[in-house]
């Protein structure tokens, strides 16, 4: 298996635009997670879903955010409009949730917002 | 509120010393994980420690885990410099759902 896969691994966009995060998590793996990694704030759950259903979106800073798992081998992060604040690198990870196992993190998407 | 605190933050060694990286929470939870990142990189797994006791070990990396005392520990024993890096406790809510720890960036000095 390719492990978890984001794209793109870097963006850079201006203030005001729309950013779109793509995920595709491990075959087969029923939970995907956002993680924004920041160096202030460290590493924070955004939102988790568990078979493409958004189970805790409390870590959603702002209604600017939206995320969305329209089937189990993809999911999305939006920002809409973005700003400087934003920039961040954004991790997504899946993993099977009946399995004594861990998440595996894809190589993340370094977001630049100026 | 959910507290994961990981001490010490940063960590100088030298090459060849033992230290242990401690990793305290705040909630109930009997699965906790631990993993490395490579600067500009992503997290990868160490360990997956899944009970009361648990103990892993994977060459100079040994985590245990003591969920009543709510404390995990990530022990280096003769530190190479190869094992520079951060490492970060996660604590398991349930269904997979991870809470990481700040992290504790790790140098190990010749």
């Known amino acids: 298996d390719a492990g978890v896969i984001q794209s793109p691994r870097h963006e850079v966009t201006e203030m005001g635009q729309e950013v779109t995060l793509r995920c595709k998590p491990i075959?087969?793996?029923?939970?995907l997670f956002w993680y924004r990694q920041t160096m202030m704030r460290g590493l924070e759950l955004l939102i988790y879903?568990?078979?493409?259903?958004?189970?805790?979106d409390s870590g959603m800073p702002e209604d600017r955010f939206s995320a969305k798992m329209p089937n189990a081998s993809f999911s999305t992060l939006k920002i809409q409009p973005s700003e400087p604040r934003d920039s961040a690198v954004y991790f997504c990870a899946s993993s099977l949730v009946a399995g004594a196992i861990e998440a595996f993190f894809g190589q993340g998407t370094r977001l630049t917002v100026v | 509120e959910l507290k994961v605190e990981q001490n010490p933050l940063f960590l100088s060694m030298q090459e060849g010393k033992n230290y242990t990286i401690y990793c305290n929470y705040s909630t109930t939870s009997d699965r906790l994980y631990w993993y490395r990142q490579d600067p500009g990189k992503s997290l990868e797994s160490l360990f997956v420690?899944?009970?009361?006791?648990a103990v892993k070990q994977e060459g100079r990396l040994m985590a245990s885990l003591d969920t009543k005392a709510r404390l995990s520990t990530l022990h280096i024993t003769a530190a190479v410099h190869d094992l520079s890096a951060t490492y970060f406790c996660?604590?398991?809510?349930?269904?997979?759902?991870?809470?990481f720890g700040a992290g504790t960036r790790l140098t190990v000095k010749p």
């Open positions: 879903f568990n078979n493409n259903v958004p189970i805790d």
């Open positions: 420690l899944l009970s009361n006791g």
């Open positions: 075959s087969g793996h029923n939970s």
């Open positions: 996660a604590v398991d809510l349930g269904f997979n759902d991870m809470r």
